[in-house]
């Protein structure tokens, strides 16, 4: 008896609708990610229902577990000029290439003293730096004449001013060039807490920037659905 | 693809010579494996949703010494007061040394609970104008505006004013939570208070934990 032979069919299968799709993947994902600015401080804020984006212009006040204060300005022009001011304020200074750095290093939580020390690190040493720093300084009486002393203040000050004199700036160069003026780029204050974060702590921080005349803070929350009432 | 051709010389010498066919496919598994790694990479490291915010407004701050500037009385408000352990105290109306606080919780039957009973007159009204909404066509802005100024309106004639205290065991995360409570429950006329609670309240809190 002749063997039953078995019908040769091809091991290789057509993978080509596959790989179209896993490119269009690749493109899409490629095109509409962005990536997580690296953050000196894990900090877990709470879930909200608000569905308000965070703004594109920001000063971010991040607040971490253990109470430490980083502030970041997502405008590099502005944060140029509002750093300028504090090492001006503190009788330093730091040249072109050295003041980039800082700006480029993300957020800040260290006290003004210490900023030419930190932008002369390699960005690999910076987070080990970022443990050992304190945050930073703010002044935790209820004495206006202290809170007005202190660092975050400075910062909240200049920041203020600055992204005001940023802003007009925009306005003017939009109207000589005849272009639209999108006014919602003014820049906000946002906090950033941990869940766990004492609130009279947070408090404190948000009093020094009252007295900077900053009254409007954006909460940075986790999504949470909405619940049915 | 690469095969040796090996059948060609056995069949005599009949067969004509044929040009070598190439093979037109080329070997994609390489790039294929790069797809893939690549579509890892971004689908595990792509972040899709930006921050949400949750918008905080705190006055100016008053002189208190001002006697023009004395806190005003609320009378047909509910005072929220925070504490450790997320634990959740209530109370209706003013305070007083008699006053009953009430426990209750973060859940959906805890504080929500409290808040949409106290706040349903306005929510039957809010409903009522969202559903007036869903009727009439969106591009009719007049009527679309007329509504809104009824919503906002409601809103101010609110009678029902939450207050909401701490104290200095309540966690960032109790306060951000109690905030988006009154979101949910749509509460049209909560305040932060500023400052510590009043003795009176910690003592009642105090009170009310050593009973258990």
Same mark, same amino acid.
């Given at each position: ?5 078995? #019908?040769?069919?091809?091991?290789? $299968?057509?993978?080509? #609708?596959?790989?179209? $799709?896993?490119?269009? $993947? ?28 965070? #703004? ?166 986790? $999504? ?6 | /693809? ?12 009949? !067969? ?11 070997? /994609?598994?390489? /790039? ?6 690549? &579509?890892?990479?971004?689908? &595990? ?36 007061? &925070? ?33 949409? +009973? ?33 919503? %906002? ?17 309540? %966690? ?26 009043? +003795?009176? +309240? ?9 009973? !258990?």
């Amino acid at each position: 008896m002749p063997k039953v032979k078995m #019908p040769k069919s091809s091991p290789s $299968l057509d993978m080509t #609708p596959m790989v179209d $799709l896993a490119f269009l $993947l690749v493109t899409f994902f490629m095109l509409t990610s962005s990536f997580k600015a690296p953050e000196p401080v894990m900090v877990d804020p709470p879930a909200s229902t608000t569905e308000a984006e965070i #703004p594109k212009q920001v000063f971010l006040v991040a607040i971490d577990p253990s109470g430490r204060v980083f502030v970041d300005i997502t405008n590099n022009a502005v944060k140029t000029q509002v750093l300028t001011k504090l090492l001006a304020s503190k009788k330093l200074g730091l040249e072109g290439q050295d003041l980039n750095k800082l700006v480029g290093a993300g957020p800040l939580g260290m006290s003004i003293k210490q900023f030419p020390e930190y932008a002369a690190l390699e960005s690999s040493e910076r987070e080990a730096f970022n443990q050992s720093v304190r945050g930073i300084p703010y002044d935790t009486t209820s004495d206006v004449a202290k809170i007005k002393a202190s660092e975050l203040y400075l910062w909240a000050y200049h920041a203020r001013l600055e992204a005001h004199n940023d802003f007009t700036a925009r306005e003017e160069e939009a109207k000589k060039r005849n272009l639209d003026f999108d006014k919602s780029q003014y820049m906000q204050f946002a906090i950033k807490a941990d869940f766990d974060v004492p609130y009279t702590l947070v408090e404190k921080v948000i009093n020094v920037f009252r007295q900077a005349q900053v009254k409007q803070f954006q909460m940075i929350t986790d $999504l949470e659905d909405t619940p049915e009432i | /693809m690469a095969q040796l051709d090996t059948g060609g010389g056995a069949q005599g010498g009949k !067969g004509k010579k044929r040009a070598k066919k190439a093979s037109t496919a080329i070997d /994609m598994t390489p /790039m294929v494996d790069l797809a893939f790694l690549l &579509l890892t990479f971004f689908v &595990l490291t792509s972040t899709f949703s930006k921050p949400k915010v949750l918008r905080m407004i705190f006055p100016e701050k008053i002189d208190k010494n001002d006697p023009a500037m004395k806190a005003p009385e609320v009378k047909n408000g509910l005072t929220i007061l &925070l504490t450790g352990d997320n634990k959740i105290y209530y109370y209706k109306g003013s305070l007083k040394p008699e006053t009953e606080l009430i426990e209750t919780d973060y859940t959906k039957d805890g504080i929500r609970k409290v808040l949409v +009973e106290s706040n349903l007159d306005l929510l039957t009204q809010l409903k009522g104008f969202q559903e007036e909404l869903n009727k009439i066509d969106e591009k009719d802005t007049a009527k679309t505006n007329a509504i809104n100024a009824q919503v %906002t309106q409601a809103q101010k004639d609110s009678k029902l004013v939450v207050l909401l205290k701490h104290d200095k065991k309540a %966690t960032y995360g109790n306060v951000i939570d109690i905030m988006d409570e009154f979101l949910i429950a749509q509460v049209a006329k909560y305040f932060k208070v500023d400052d510590d609670m009043a +003795e009176l +309240e910690k003592k009642l809190i105090a009170d009310y934990q050593s009973r !258990g």
